[in-house]
């Protein structure tokens, strides 16, 4: 994952805020930091079993090391240097640090629940690939912290593989009409104040694209059965490949 949605957050804040800011797009901006400092801290997660599939996968290694503790170590490391600052620290919002810990938790306990299958000798490929891994984060994540935040993994509608990722209507709408629109200025973030359920939410979608390790599953040929067992979607370079969606309930 190489690009920088906290930068990018910066060019999209300063176009929306024209002029004096009023109260309430102040705070648009701190739940836009917060959501953008999850969508960090997963991508680093992620970027950690990416970074380790071939260890993961090796049959002749036991033990691997990727303990919880290991995994979140790495990516508090990979955000500090993409974020300037640690996810965590004094004073900070008790809101924010709540759910920056819960998406902390969430990480050391995938990670451990997996540890026997990451570990078993004798198997090659076992499937913990960073989009299962992300998945099963978001998901823990939703058991410790859903009636305040949700994260997930989705993409546009055609590229879907797993069932449980499928764009809601409102993303299915903003990934078809901005994030894949042709005008839609190459990852930039989409974020606004809306409703889910019956519920007011500042919902935010960080768009991410495929780099040259996404298409040996996700390029062409299309239809061909990539290690994983799935077809494969035909995507190329830099095409949208996923967005990461952030609700946050206020
Ligand atoms: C080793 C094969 C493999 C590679 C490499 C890979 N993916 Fe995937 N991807 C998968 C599998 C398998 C799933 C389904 C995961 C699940 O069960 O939730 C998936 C799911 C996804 C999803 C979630 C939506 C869905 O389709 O279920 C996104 C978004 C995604 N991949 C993007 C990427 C991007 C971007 C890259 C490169 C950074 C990448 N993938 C690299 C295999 C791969």
Same mark, same amino acid.
């Given at each position: 994952?190489s690009?920088?949605p !906290?930068s @990018?957050?910066?060019i999209f804040?300063?176009a929306?805020?024209?002029?004096?800011?009023t109260?309430a797009e102040v =705070?648009?901006e701190?739940?836009?930091?917060?959501?953008l400092?999850?969508?960090?801290?997963?991508q =680093? /997660? &992620? #970027?950690?079993?990416?970074a380790?599939?071939a260890?993961?996968n *090796?049959p002749?290694?036991g033990d691997?090391?990727?303990?919880g503790?290991?995994v979140l170590?790495?990516?508090t490391k #990979?955000f %500090?240097?993409k974020t300037? /600052?640690?996810?965590?620290? *004094?004073g900070?919002d008790?809101?924010?640090?709540d759910l +920056?810990?819960? @998406?902390?938790?969430? +990480?050391?306990?995938?990670m451990?629940?997996?540890?026997a299958s990451?570990?078993?000798e004798?198997i090659a490929?076992k499937g913990? %690939? $960073?989009?299962?891994f992300?998945?099963? %984060?978001?998901?823990?994540f939703?058991s410790? /912290?859903?009636?305040? /935040?949700?994260?997930?993994?989705?993409?546009?509608?055609?590229?879907?593989?797993? &069932?449980? =990722?499928?764009?809601d209507a409102?993303?299915?709408?903003?990934?078809?009409?901005y @994030?894949l629109? $042709?005008?839609?200025?190459k990852?930039?973030?989409?974020?606004?104040?809306t409703?889910?359920?019956? &519920?007011?939410a500042? &919902?935010?979608? %960080?768009?991410?694209y495929?780099?040259?390790?996404?298409?040996a599953c996700h390029?062409?040929? #299309?239809?061909?059965v *990539?290690?994983?067992?799935? $077809?494969k979607?035909?995507?190329?370079l830099?095409d949208l490949?996923g !967005?990461? =969606?952030?609700t @946050?309930?206020?």
């Amino acid at each position: 994952m190489s690009f920088k949605p !906290v930068s @990018l957050a910066i060019i999209f804040t300063i176009a929306f805020l024209t002029g004096a800011p009023t109260k309430a797009e102040v =705070s648009q901006e701190a739940e836009l930091d917060l959501a953008l400092r999850l969508a960090v801290l997963l991508q =680093s /997660a &992620r #970027a950690v079993i990416g970074a380790e599939q071939a260890l993961i996968n *090796d049959p002749a290694i036991g033990d691997k090391g990727l303990t919880g503790k290991e995994v979140l170590a790495r990516a508090t490391k #990979a955000f %500090v240097e993409k974020t300037g /600052a640690p996810p965590l620290s *004094d004073g900070m919002d008790a809101r924010e640090a709540d759910l +920056i810990s819960a @998406l902390m938790a969430s +990480i050391t306990e995938v990670m451990d629940a997996n540890a026997a299958s990451i570990n078993r000798e004798g198997i090659a490929f076992k499937g913990f %690939v $960073p989009a299962v891994f992300g998945r099963l %984060v978001n998901e823990t994540f939703l058991s410790k /912290a859903g009636d305040r /935040a949700e994260i997930k993994v989705t993409a546009p509608m055609s590229l879907v593989r797993n &069932r449980k =990722s499928r764009p809601d209507a409102w993303e299915d709408q903003v990934i078809t009409e901005y @994030l894949l629109s $042709p005008e839609w200025q190459k990852g930039a973030v989409y974020s606004s104040l809306t409703e889910t359920g019956d &519920r007011e939410a500042f &919902r935010v979608m %960080v768009p991410e694209y495929y780099t040259e390790g996404c298409l040996a599953c996700h390029g062409s040929p #299309a239809g061909e059965v *990539d290690v994983t067992g799935y $077809p494969k979607e035909g995507g190329a370079l830099g095409d949208l490949g996923g !967005v990461i =969606s952030i609700t @946050l309930y206020p």
